[in-house]
């Protein structure tokens, strides 16, 4: 299964945008990188999905490198409710089903 | 409309004991997937089921089990529980099998066991 490697901690102060990094170099050609967060005591909750080209939807914006061998999640304006912990996950799809392997997360801290 | 109900939120058991922990996905939704989530393991797949069907299983000894119904609510099963089956149980749903977009995940089931 493709492995992501994240920075263990970042923090961001309020109303900048915060740029998590995330490393996936053996990501194959069908494999989908999603982003995820999970703030203390919830369930994770879904912030967006690429393949190859970048997205952007009302949380946030994807950028993914032209060899797919990293990305950069990025919220434009942090507020204090993005204090969480942010999963980049890799989506195996294995004849039709599929399963997200999550790594360990950056836990992001967003400051007054 | 309703998110991914699960039940019960908290639970307390003996080493030795078993479990069953429910899932309800959100209306629509037929596939359902369990997590374990540990401090030390993180979020590891458990399985995935579609249709009453399981369609992918993670790296789980066979004390772990589970099953959907036709209204596609979900169990899973832990038997012969042990310290450390200690986690967070979170269950997600899709509306189809390999869904592009993302999982809904629910709040999960506390266990410890002592």
């Known amino acids: 299964d493709a492995k992501t490697t994240q920075p263990p901690s970042m923090d961001c102060a309020e109303g900048r945008a915060a740029n998590l990094p995330c490393n996936h170099s053996t990501i194959s050609g069908n494999e989908y990188v999603y982003w995820y967060r999970q703030i203390h005591s919830q369930g994770p909750q879904y912030i967006i999905h690429g393949l190859k080209n970048n997205e952007t939807n009302e949380m946030a914006s994807l950028i993914i490198t032209e060899d797919r061998k990293s990305s950069t999640l990025i919220l434009p304006h942090a507020t204090l409710r993005d204090t969480a912990v942010y999963y980049c996950i890799v989506r195996v799809a294995i004849q039709g089903a599929q399963k997200l392997v999550f790594g360990q997360g950056t836990r992001l801290t967003i400051n007054p | 409309k309703a998110g991914v109900t699960q039940t019960p939120r908290y639970l307390i058991k003996t080493r030795g004991q078993q479990v069953t922990l429910s899932c309800s996905p959100i209306?629509?939704?037929?596939?359902v997937s369990w997590y374990q989530q540990t401090p030390g393991q993180g979020l590891q797949f458990l399985f995935e089921?579609?249709?009453?069907?399981?369609?992918n299983k993670g790296n789980f000894p066979g004390r772990f089990s589970g099953r959907q119904f036709s209204n596609s609510r979900s169990e899973m099963n832990v038997s012969t529980l042990e310290l450390g089956d200690s986690a967070l149980y979170l269950c997600a749903s899709s509306q189809f099998l390999g869904e592009e977009n993302g999982y809904t995940f629910g709040s999960g089931t506390r266990l410890t066991v002592v």
């Open positions: 089921y579609f249709s009453e069907t399981q369609r």
């Open positions: 209306s629509g939704h037929r596939s």
